[in-house]
């Protein structure tokens, strides 16, 4: 008995003492930072972006990745308007070359010159994300322009892969002489004729000093650019195009290619990995857009396809340097490559070169490329949008091409002298 009570009494005792005590708290949960990311990769062309961001939230369990995507036309105005009313994302991803020049000329975004990886990207690929000696982004993949091609249906006909514009246009009629559409096409918004555009005038534009001179104003696009666009829009008057191509969407006009209806499809190579899903069993290949006289006048067109940008007012800073690291590695980089047809821009790293772009990869090597026509524009912005949206009224008889050109060049002169310039 006396073992029993001393026994509770020392249990009491004991009990009484941690209830004295202040009671045990409970952990709370690390807070999640959000990490508001945005880029004009969407639908089809979205490539590894959601894998990879799954990726880096799993190795940074205390970031949510939010990302928006859409298409790179009214991408570009969305970012200005959020920029605008003080709410961009954290991240942006822009065009390479003068929108992203822009937004560092006006401080928006973050000079990041310092951080580790900018070493670590080819001065090429640099020139595209810097300005006056300064990085401010990550110049993640390089790019091309060319004619994509359905191999089956070229076999099927004997067709060779045309290497000047007659050789083209022979490919083309015979395409439509077997009820197939040439060159698959959607209008919609215009980009895809922006694109054609710029594929054929590496080839044709051949004034070293284009650039310069259209900067400085010596020059205009009506009085230099009417013979190229004569030759694109002659394709349509054939009947070489999708017919009614402004009532058609690009995705409209991949289906249209991918499901066998239509010989080629012009587009970059970001657009390889969409293709390829939207018809696992397809051949295609894809060739330079032959627009010259001459096998040896043809140009490839290349570019900085993607860059990453921190938003200098971001409240998630770690974060977004967190982000642009991680998208910095090579593992990462060849895993995004790979879905966009790309090509690496690490100092000393091959790239994996899709069979699909085999023919066109010999282009790069032998140097005969020239960089995205608009790079390098100062009023790129305008002159891109009003390009895209003009071109619609020429397929519609609305406009002639002369009157589309003084379009874009009294677009070009109405930002300029408003202190305009990039998208």
Known sequence: MFLLVGIVGAMTILNGCQSAKTPPTTPTPQEIIKLRVSGYKAGSEIGAIPELNDQFMKENPGIQVIYEGMPGVPYSKYIKNKFAVNDAPDVIMLHPGEEHWGYAKLG??????????????????????????????????????????????????????????????????????????????????????????????????????????????????????????????????????????????????????????????????????????????????????????????????????????????????????????????????????????????????????????SEIYGFIEEGRIHEYLSNRWEQSGPAVDELMASVQGVYLDALTIEEMLTNVDDAWDRSASKGGGFR
């Open 108 to 357: 928006f975004i973050r000079d990041l010159s310092e951080e580790p990886w900018a070493t670590q990207f080819t001065p090429t690929a640099l020139e595209a994300v810097s300005l006056d000696g300064k990085v401010y982004g990550t110049p993640n993949d390089t790019v091309v322009l060319g004619v994509y091609y359905n191999k089956d249906l070229f076999k099927k006909l004997s067709l060779q892969t045309p290497t000047n514009w007659s050789e083209f246009l022979a490919v083309c009629a015979r395409l439509k002489e077997a009820g197939i559409t040439p060159i698959s096409i959607g209008n919609y918004d215009g980009w895809m004729t922006l694109v054609s555009l710029f594929a054929m005038g590496s080839s044709l534009i051949q004034d070293p000093d284009f650039n310069r001179k259209i900067n400085a104003r010596e020059i205009k696009f009506n009085g230099t650019w009417n013979e190229m666009t004569k030759m694109w829009f002659a394709l349509n008057d054939i009947g070489y195009l999708t017919p009614n191509s402004t009532t058609v969407t690009m995705d409209q006009a991949q289906k249209e290619f991918t499901d066998g209806h239509a010989g080629m499809f012009i587009n970059g190579s970001w657009a390889l990995d969409g293709l390829l899903k939207a018809n696992p069993d397809y051949k295609l290949g894809m060739f330079a857009m032959p627009a010259a006289s001459t096998k040896e006048g043809t140009v490839l067109t290349v570019a900085a396809g993607t860059t990453w940008a921190i938003n200098n007012k971001t409240k998630q800073l770690d974060a977004a340097l967190k982000y642009l690291d991680f998208w910095a590695r090579e593992q990462t980089l060849r895993q995004w490559t790979q879905t966009q047809g790309a090509f690496l821009t690490l100092r000393g790293a091959e790239s994996d070169v899709p069979a699909e772009l």
